[in-house]
């Protein structure tokens, strides 16, 4: 059994959010592949599996902080191979059921003006929505303002 422990992601930054677990306990997972999101003040980065293997037990639950170095869950080496396949449809009706992922500012951005992440184009990486594409939404959904008023 081995920790997954949090990365140092950054000079001056010491803690960071658990963002979203892309494993499950108990599922297998290939060296290198994404285990979880893990979010700071200025970036979302996704942590990759050490070696192959089973995630066995998820210490720091989504929503939870946990400090550069703190234990976040715990792996055991030797990935299942059958294991993958009859967990692929459970994982299925995830978050992109519900639109592309999007950075942490703008979820929270999206919560507070009532947005579906369906009704954003997204132009970070990789499709992602980014604070400033939910501005942009926000602005060409508002009645347009008396800009254009008639010259005197």
């Known amino acids: 059994m081995q920790e997954l422990k ?4 950054g000079e001056s930054i010491v803690e960071v959010e658990i963002g979203a677990w892309l494993k499950k306990e108990g599922e297998s997972f ?18 990759p599996a050490p070696f192959a293997g089973t995630l066995k037990q998820i210490l720091k639950k989504t929503g939870e902080t946990a400090r550069v170095g703190e234990a976040i869950a715990l792996l055991e080496a030797g990935a299942a191979e059958a294991k993958p396949q009859a967990q692929a449809p459970a994982e299925a009706p995830k978050e992109p059921a519900q639109g592309p992922l999007a950075m942490p500012a703008a979820e929270r951005l999206m919560q507070e003006k009532g947005v579906s992440p369906a009704e954003v184009q997204g132009t970070g990486l ?3 929505i ?3 594409d939910v501005m942009r939404h926000l602005e060409e959904r508002a009645p347009a303002k008396p800009v254009e008023a008639p010259p005197p």
């Open 130 to 132: 980014l604070k400033e």
């Open 126 to 128: 990789g499709g992602r």
């Open 6 to 9: 949090v990365p140092s992601v």
């Open 30 to 47: 290939a060296q290198d592949e994404p285990l979880v999101e893990l979010i700071t003040d200025k970036a979302t980065l996704e942590l």
